[in-house]
């Protein structure tokens, strides 16, 4: 597993939890270190045991707390630039879906050895979505819900979602979309401000 992916997982449960919770959890699933090099690849057998780690030691199940890291990715400070990368992706929340398709090839673009799991939307009307995902991590489709309800609230859609099953590593979420100009959504400027 890319180091980015790991060290996104470390983030999140540093940046919500603090560093104590993240020390215990690697403790859990009994690694020799706590720090992951973003550039370094893994082993693909510590990802899944990692996040067992974090579900027990939150005491929360593991679909809970991987849907809070997708909502951390695309909302938190500290990964701002990840929100700036998906909201490329269109002008509305329904051409921000369709660009969901691209995401994995647009990620290698910027780092080439990073292999996100294959995402596929599927339209059933103007309104109603699938987004089917195939990952070798069992609960990757809820991290997609987290950054699929952030993102809606982005764009300022109202969109009702829901996970509909999983087998075989794939992972279908449901999308109906009920309002596309529900609130505001969120600023966004295409050029990066300077602080």
Request: glycine residues 8%; proline residues 4%.
């Amino acid at each position: 597993m890319h180091g980015l992916i790991n060290r996104a997982i470390q983030c999140f449960v540093t940046d919500s939890y603090g560093a104590d919770k993240w020390v215990e959890a690697t403790r859990f699933a009994d690694m020799d270190f706590v720090e992951f090099e973003a550039m370094l690849i893994y082993d693909d057998d510590i990802t899944p045991k990692l996040l067992d780690a974090i579900s027990n030691i939150l005491n929360r199940p593991r679909s809970d707390v991987m849907e809070d890291m997708g909502t951390y990715l695309v909302s938190h400070p500290n990964v701002e630039a990840l929100r700036r990368l998906l909201r490329f992706g269109g002008v509305t929340f329904v051409e921000f879906l369709h660009s969901l398709d691209d995401l994995p090839d647009r990620a290698r673009l910027a780092v080439s050895d990073l292999n996100l799991p294959r995402i596929e939307l599927r339209d059933h009307s103007p309104t109603h979505f699938s987004l089917i995902c195939e990952s070798p991590i069992d609960g990757y489709g809820h991290v997609m819900m987290g950054i699929l309800r952030t993102m809606a609230d982005d764009y300022g859609a109202l969109a009702l979602l829901e996970h509909t099953g999983s087998g075989n590593g794939i992972e279908t979420i449901s999308v109906t979309l009920v309002e596309t100009e529900f609130a505001a959504g969120r600023a966004f400027d295409l050029g990066a401000r300077a602080s």
